[in-house]
């Protein structure tokens, strides 16, 4: 399996979910062999990413520069930070990163004696098609964010090539939800019949009992907390976040909002929220780890996840495993498994803001949208979703 990020070296959802499966599959006894590509200049960068509990995972981590999430224009500014030779060795551009990853991995992994190759999203593609083809196997890919998704369908046209043409290679495609799917069948014009989706799990547990505190970091005083948590993105639709918060701020005015998260839209957020007259009810708190992020869906009244384009939304699960309401992107793949929620659409901002003064005013509808958490994450356990992964694998190898 090849893979780009891992807990506790993550940046977003991918890793948490690439971790989730594997804890699946092992239990459904897979052997997984996981390759990733690790940052290589720094004592941070080395952190040991093997937990003690996962003995049947074998980790090869390849040394390379590559980030999750990276782009062209990103890996440009950091790699001109360290010195042209050291550049040469990872890669002096995005490009040859992907390839001295890709060399690298096939390489490394050539003594393996693999049943199935899978890789996670496009940086890993070559390297896993290659592989498979070594080894004469099935490769599998596995799709959690296009960059159609990442760009708001303005694609760097190199990458989107590389992710269509591993497509078209792979002999099954795991897609994280129906809306991604479509996306590749009507933008990829990849066949449906080789896709199948298996939605991201979750292996959260249900906390209702805990009641919200709606204590904010500015004042002490019991207010209503509306949350945005996510990489702070176009994608992600922060900006759509602070209209929405404009809006419930001119209706009620004790309401607080608290966006979670870094990303390199931070300064023009920040910009927009004081230019909006939010500068007193909001909070970037930054990134956050998961034990932060618990407590601050504890109290949040509710939770908003404006994205643009949402291949699933693994945030989704966590905040109504913390008994929160949810208001949903209707451009999302969260919003196909959780029922009880307001969907809505991302640019409708307007109505995002109602569904929230809503919320805030109807305890007992409040109450009633957490309802159905028990059941969504007994029925999407990572365990449940390793079982189909695994059903893909034997009829690829019996095909």
């Not at 999750?68 to 360290?82: K, T, V």
Request: include cysteine; charge should be negative.
């Amino acid at each position: 399996m090849f893979g780009w990020e891992y807990p506790p070296r993550h940046l977003g959802g991918l890793g948490v979910a690439c971790q989730g499966l594997i804890r699946g599959l092992v239990n459904q006894n897979v052997k997984v062999t996981l390759v990733l590509p690790f940052a290589a200049d720094g004592s941070e960068d080395q952190i040991d990413i093997l937990c003690p509990q996962e003995h049947h995972i074998q980790k090869i981590r390849v040394a390379s520069l590559l980030l999750p999430y990276d782009s062209a224009e990103l890996y440009a500014q950091r790699i001109q930070s360290i010195p042209r030779e050291t550049a040469q060795i990872y890669g002096a551009d995005l490009g040859h990163a992907v390839h001295v990853f890709t060399e690298t991995s096939v390489e490394v992994t050539k003594h393996l004696q693999p049943d199935i190759v899978h890789a996670h999203d496009w940086m890993t593609y070559e390297a896993g098609l290659r592989s498979a083809r070594h080894h004469g196997k099935p490769l599998v890919t596995h799709i959690h964010a296009t960059e159609l998704d990442r760009t708001h369908f303005h694609p760097n046209e190199w990458i989107y090539g590389r992710e269509r043409w591993a497509f078209e290679q792979a002999d099954h495609v795991i897609a994280v939800s129906n809306y991604t799917k479509n996306i590749l069948v009507q933008h990829y014009g990849i066949n449906p019949d080789k896709i199948s989706v298996v939605h991201n799990g979750s292996d959260e547990t249900y906390h209702a009992d805990t009641a919200p505190t709606q204590i904010t970091p500015m004042s002490g005083k019991k207010n209503p907390m509306v949350l945005f948590l996510g990489r702070l993105t176009i994608q992600k639709g922060p900006m759509h976040f602070l209209e929405m918060a404009s809006m419930v701020h001119r209706h009620d005015p004790d309401v607080q909002f608290v966006i979670a998260g870094d990303g390199h839209m931070f300064p023009s957020l920040v910009h927009q929220a004081v230019k909006l007259g939010l500068q007193d009810c909001i909070v970037f708190a930054g990134k956050v780890s998961s034990d932060e992020a618990r407590k601050l869906y504890t109290q949040a009244s509710c939770f908003v996840m404006p994205s643009l384009s949402e291949p699933f939304g693994l945030v989704a699960l966590e905040a109504i495993a913390q008994g929160t309401p949810v208001i949903l992107s209707k451009q999302s793949g969260a919003s196909e498994v959780i029922g009880h929620a307001f969907k809505v659409d991302f640019w409708d901002t307007e109505k995002m803001a109602d569904c929230v003064l809503t919320i805030l005013r109807e305890t007992p509808l409040a109450s009633q949208l957490t309802a159905e958490a028990p059941r969504v994450l007994q029925r999407l356990t990572w365990e449940n979703q390793a079982d189909k992964v695994v059903s893909i694998y034997k009829n690829l190898l019996h095909s």
